[in-house]
């Protein structure tokens, strides 16, 4: 049976990596539900430091949006 560890002349790609790290990390942790957890905090902890920042973006009206279709012919036809 071939040992799961790299020999030398193996290499591994970035994505490769990244996925095998989720995966051991997905199963030492019992699933998704990690995965909710860190997120829930690592959104509440940008909250706090950030919250003036946001605030300022919400008041801006967030990003600027796309213009559809319609709009853009009407544009065009001045």
């Keep these: 049976m071939k040992s799961k560890q790299l020999d030398d002349k193996d290499q591994l790609t970035v994505a490769q990596a990244g996925r095998r790290g989720g995966s051991m990390t997905r199963d030492r942790y019992a699933g998704t539900d990690f995965y909710r957890r860190i997120g ?3 959104g509440q902890r940008t909250k706090e430091l950030y919250a003036d ?3 300022q973006f919400g008041k801006k009206g967030g990003r600027p949006r796309r213009p559809n ?8 036809q001045k």
């Design 40 to 42: 829930a905090k690592g």
């Design 53 to 55: 920042l946001l605030s």
């Design 69 to 76: 279709l319609d709009s853009a012919g009407e544009r065009n």
